[in-house]
């Protein structure tokens, strides 16, 4: 079983960044994905950053893209999420998501759907203000 704790949430002023985090422990095996989605109220849970234990292919959300950057830490079994540049449309609770059926195509990682991940964290708020 995995478990995944997510951190690192806040409120912040728009413009100001924040670092997201999330553990990971359990067993896994060595292929899985990762994935950071949101909910903001009135929202569906979105993806908008994913990658996969190994290798450099990723997925950013167009809202997001250079603006977010997901990275991970193999050794200490963490995952980030670096939000720079943050806007009010940014606020939500963040989760991060753990699965196996990620898939690259041209070079990018595909979108993240909520039921292709099967572990999730608790969540984390971001608040940004104008």
């Known amino acids: 079983q995995v478990q995944l704790v997510d951190s690192g949430g806040g409120s912040v002023q728009a413009g100001g960044s924040l670092r997201l985090s999330c553990a990971v422990s359990g067993a896994t095996t060595s292929g899985y994905c990762m994935a950071w989605f949101r909910k903001a109220p009135g929202n569906e849970r979105e993806g908008v950053a994913g990658a996969r234990r190994y290798g450099d292919n990723t997925y950013y959300d167009d809202s997001v893209r250079g603006r977010f950057s997901i990275s991970r830490d193999n050794a200490k079994k963490m995952w980030y999420l670096q939000m720079n540049s943050l806007k009010p449309e940014d606020t939500a609770m963040y989760y991060c998501?753990?699965?196996?059926?990620?898939?690259?195509?041209?070079?990018?990682?595909?979108?993240?759907?909520?039921?292709?991940?099967?572990?999730w964290g608790q969540g984390t708020q971001v608040t940004v203000s104008s």
């Open positions: 998501a753990a699965g196996y059926k990620c898939t690259v195509l041209a070079g990018n990682l595909n979108r993240p759907e909520v039921f292709d991940y099967d572990y």
